[in-house]
Every structure is written in C-alpha cells, then in structure tokens.
C-alpha cells in the first residue's frame, strides 16, 4: 500500500540551486541547462550571485517530466523558510546550527527559529504525579500548562511564543530526577538558562560549565530538522487550528517509539555496555541480532551527519580520558566494519556516556530541544490556509476480506 499526501506550496515562494534540483531529482548541471534551454526561468539573489527559482515553476516542470501525473501520486512538500538541510547540518533561517551551538544559547537559538523578539523564561509552579518516567511528566506538563491558560485557544504570535519559553522552562526543571527551580541558574550571555537547569536537574557526573556548555551544543543540534515525524505531526494538528498545547502533544505522542526521540536512549545502553564487555563483541552482537547499529547512519547525510561531530567535539573536554578513549574505539570498532558514520544520536549517547546521565536524560534533552523547532513550525503552519493536508489510500482489499463477502 502506498499513502501519499496532496502537495501544498507557498505561492511566489523562491528555491535556492540545491533545492530546486533535489526538488526535480537532476543535478545541478542539469538545472543549469533547463535554464539555457528556457525550460526553467532563474532569478538573481539580491545582494549576491546566487539564482533563485520560483517554486510553482519548479513544480510545474516536476509535473511535466512525471507525465502530468495527478498529484495523488506525489510525496508532500511544504515549502519552510525555518530549517534548510545542507551537506553541512541544518541551518536554522540561514544560520548554520553547527555555528550556532558554538556561539549562542539555546534560548538564542529558540527566538531564532520563532522569529521572535526575546521574553522571560520562567517555569510554571507544578509538582507532577509519582510513578511518571521522563516522557509521561512532558505530556503531563503540556496538558496542565493548557489547563492553566484561559487564553489558550488564541493563536496571536507573541502569545505562542510566550507559552513556548514557559512550557520549555518547566520542562527542564521537572523531567529529571532532581527538581530544580527556574530561578536558580545563572543567565548571563551565552550561558543557557534551560542548559544549565538540565544539567542541574538531570544530576550529571558534575555540573561544570564544559558539561552546560555541551547540553547547549545538544539543545541548539536537535531542535530542529525539517520535516522530521514529530515536525510534521505538529504541522498537521496546526492545520486543523489546534491550540500549542496540543500540537505540542501530536509532537511529543511521535516520541514515544524506539526509532525517533527514543533512538539516543537505545544507543546509550550499547556503549554502555562496553564498560563491562569488549567493543568487538558488543558490535557484533548487536550486528548480528538486527543487522543495523544503533546511533550509525543517516538518510539525509550518507556521509556522515554534521550534527554528530559537532556535538562530539563538546563531549571530548568533559569525558575524561578513559571514557573519551572507549567512545573513539567504539568508532574505530564500527568503522572497521564498515558500518556507516555515527549520526546525532550517537553524540547524545557519547553525552550520556560521558556524564553518567540515565538514558532517559538524553532522550529529554532531544526533547525539549525539538520542543523550540516544534513551536517554529505551528507557527509557519497556522499562517497557511487550514486543514491543508489530506491524505489517500489505495485500496486494496486482503484476502480474508473477499472471501468473507464471497460467501
């Protein structure tokens, strides 16, 4: 069975080269001679050299080269100005994340995404239920936070992003095992107030700025990437006018399995293993019980996911040198047999590793940084005309079924 949602643009929006290649599946040369041939109209970037290409016309001449195909056949496209994947990571409206986690907060990096001018951070007073792990206390502050804001049903911008830096802040002082309040932490230039409560909270080996400085890098790494599942969940409650509160469920429900926000945990567990097994044996086994390694690997990056190296490089200062060894060896261990390079969830786990975080930690550090690119994407979405997205099946009834009405 193959589901396919309708195709939905921006009108007049413009597509850099790369883009409008990826978008016709041709090569850049191949672009450049739709142009010479007058297939395709470019237009001159402002201030640079650069050509940009209408997207309706991208998409019309996508349209002719499938044969006129209805757009029932086609994989949805939204055209985003928030998040742009490169050979080199995301770039953030422009802004290179890998950059960014080197020199801004998280919260920095937040408003960025948001469009938005600063605002306080400040956690709502709450004491969640006993027995909840780290996953069910976000959901569970998504909904009390709803609960408590007789506004909620309206959309204004400034509005949005004030319930973003609140439900983020209250995150972060309540998702570990040690509860911390809002007002503690330092927040002065490019110290990250959310960093640091996390580093606090989740009870790292030893709060140190390196180790703030390292869950910023991870924060500001994760916060967004595109269409990713939860971005798209989030995108289509928007649709529907839904309030923050539950878009930011639709998000976070997508978390809830192994092979999205879950990933980083599973990849902690392996290299923890190491402490007590050898490298080798630890990759074969996982090798040869699922012929895939967890943490390895990347769709969109098949050589090697920019945001790994990234965040590795602020996990090396804090890990010690008996940690940081173990981490390389298990690279080096990976590589040798031939297994593709290590993506952002195994950085996470390298940071879990290296600080005694509990699996669950990093899973509500990859959390609570897509919570930013979450609130970036409603509110794109709710700008655009409702109920946009709509998909179709192909039906195909099983056998089971036409015997059953056979009879």
Request: charged letters at 20%; aromatic letters at 6%; a positive charge.
């Amino acid at each position: 069975m193959s589901v396919n949602v309708d195709q939905v643009n921006v009108h007049g929006a413009l597509l850099e080269s790369e883009e409008a290649a990826r978008r016709l599946g041709v090569k850049l040369q191949t672009l450049y001679a739709y142009v010479s041939r007058g297939r395709l109209q470019s237009y001159a970037a402002p201030g640079s050299k650069r050509r940009l290409f209408s997207v309706d016309e991208v998409e019309s001449l996508a349209r002719r080269a499938r044969g006129g195909k209805q757009v029932e056949t086609r994989v949805a496209t939204v055209t985003t100005a928030i998040t742009q994947l490169r050979t080199d990571g995301p770039a953030y409206r422009g802004q290179l994340a890998a950059t960014l986690a080197a020199t801004s907060s998280f919260e920095q990096t937040a408003e960025l995404l948001w469009g938005s001018g600063s605002g306080a951070w400040e956690a709502i007073r709450l004491t969640p239920p006993r027995g909840l792990g780290s996953q069910g206390i976000l959901r569970w502050i998504a909904v009390m936070a709803a609960a408590r804001d007789p506004r909620r049903d309206d959309p204004f911008p400034d509005l949005v992003t004030a319930r973003l830096r609140s439900v983020i802040s209250t995150m972060a002082c309540l998702c570990g095992p040690k509860a911390v309040n809002s007002g503690a932490s330092p927040n002065r230039g490019q110290v990250s107030h959310i960093a640091w409560i996390l580093a606090e909270g989740l009870r790292t080996r030893r709060l140190s700025a390196p180790t703030v400085r390292a869950i910023n890098a991870a924060l500001i790494l994760v916060a967004d990437h595109e269409l990713a599942t939860s971005a798209l969940a989030v995108r289509i409650a928007a649709s529907t006018r839904a309030t923050i509160y539950d878009a930011l469920l639709a998000g976070l429900g997508t978390m809830g399995g192994p092979l999205h926000g879950g990933a980083s945990a599973i990849a902690t567990r392996m290299l923890r293993r190491t402490a007590a097994d050898d490298v080798s044996q630890v990759i074969d086994d996982l090798l040869l019980g699922s012929g895939v390694l967890p943490g390895f690997g990347h769709v969109v990056y098949p050589d090697g996911d920019p945001r790994a190296d990234a965040l590795l490089s602020f996990v090396r200062p804090i890990a010690g040198a008996g940690k940081w060894k173990a981490i390389v060896e298990f690279l080096d261990a990976a590589d040798a047999r031939r297994q593709p390079p290590p993506n952002i969830d195994f950085a996470l786990a390298a940071l879990a590793f290296a600080t005694d975080m509990s699996e669950d930690s990093v899973t509500s550090i990859f959390t609570i940084g897509r919570v930013a690119g979450w609130g970036a994407h409603y509110l794109e979405e709710i700008q655009e005309p409702p109920l946009r997205y709509r998909a179709r099946a192909i039906y195909a009834a099983n056998e089971s079924t036409q015997k059953e009405y056979s009879r």
